[in-house]
């Protein structure tokens, strides 16, 4: 794969906006994928989702992939912190805080999410992409990095001061390309985390991997994707599992996070492309590798090139 996305394509303002109803993870489809790819009393921070400084209101996350602070297309993320008396416009640089990319083509910033609170400290964590980073084993493996939040963060970080670097395993691998906070998926009281890997080769050409690293009080501060606890796996060659992440609250109710993975090139619905998506319950005893056909529940795409899956999200927290 080219390390330059056209940069007129990927001017993308990856945007999420952190509600307490729950995650929503929206993914910009890479240039060069295949073209049928469309591109009362003010509560504690502990309670508040994505309450990153923690001011008991919820922060908003937003990436640029093309922006040159850090080199051409490093990337950057902008967190704006939520107040009652927002202005109806404002300028990226007035941001409250900004991360910049570490290198030349990273593209951090083309996936940002809010992750809860990974490392037990009471106040909401941050999680951001850049699946053109080099960093793993060679070109484009891609990485993913966690800033802990904090009631003093500096108006301008560096990615090389992240708290945690996750690194992605192979070449190509596209690590980072989607993530995703997971809840508490092994029910151990701290949040977990997701990040996909599109184009991995584990069960096929691009069959697509997902990893869920759990949080932790005492996260190493660069992790390879290899040492993840739990390694979801594509189905088929070409399928682009973990196109798309997010956590999907507790569909199930049994009173464990469970996880949704979108696979937009799928062909086990109508026709080729027509796309899936997978549910996978959280539970105590995950298995350390799972292939999506064991899956907990699969959704069908209805047509051809539908790329059902392209984006996924929970209904919940």
């Not at 937009?264 to 996978?280: P, R």
Request: proline content about 2%; overall charge negative.
């Amino acid at each position: 794969m080219e390390k330059k996305f056209k940069k007129r394509a990927l001017m993308v303002i990856c945007a999420l906006f952190l509600l307490s109803c729950g995650e929503t993870t929206k993914v910009q489809e890479p240039s060069s994928a295949p073209s049928s790819v469309p591109i009362s009393a003010a509560p504690s921070p502990a309670t508040v989702r994505h309450d990153f400084n923690g001011d008991g209101i919820a922060d908003i996350l937003v990436g640029a992939v093309g922006d040159d602070d850090g080199g051409t297309d490093a990337g950057a993320a902008y967190i704006f912190y939520g107040s009652t008396s927002l202005a109806s416009s404002i300028d990226a640089s007035l941001a409250n805080v900004k991360l910049i990319g570490e290198d030349i083509g990273d593209q951090f910033g083309f996936s940002v999410s809010g992750v809860g609170d990974v490392n037990d400290d009471g106040i909401s964590d941050i999680l951001v992409g850049a699946p053109l980073d080099d960093d793993g084993a060679a070109a484009d493996a891609g990485a993913a990095y966690i800033f802990y939040g904090s009631t003093s963060l500096a108006s301008s970080i560096g990615a090389s001061l992240a708290n945690v670097k996750l690194i992605g395993g192979a070449a190509n691998d596209l690590f980072g390309n989607s993530i995703s906070g997971a809840g508490d998926v092994n029910k151990d009281g701290i949040s977990d985390i997701l990040v996909g890997a599109r184009e991995n080769d584990d069960g096929g050409a691009n069959s697509g991997v997902a990893y869920i690293f759990y949080g932790s009080a005492t996260l190493a501060s660069s992790i390879n994707a290899s040492l993840a606890n739990v390694k979801l796996i594509g189905e088929a060659a070409g399928d682009r599992f973990g196109i798309s992440v997010s956590g999907a609250g507790d569909v199930n109710k049994d009173g464990i996070s469970d996880i949704l993975v979108g696979a937009a090139l799928n062909d086990d619905g109508a026709a080729a492309d027509a796309g899936a998506a997978y549910i996978f319950y959280g539970s105590t005893s995950l298995a350390s590798s799972i292939g999506a056909s064991l899956a907990n529940v699969k959704l069908i795409g209805e047509d051809a090139s539908d790329n059902f899956g392209f984006s996924v999200s929970g209904g919940g927290p």
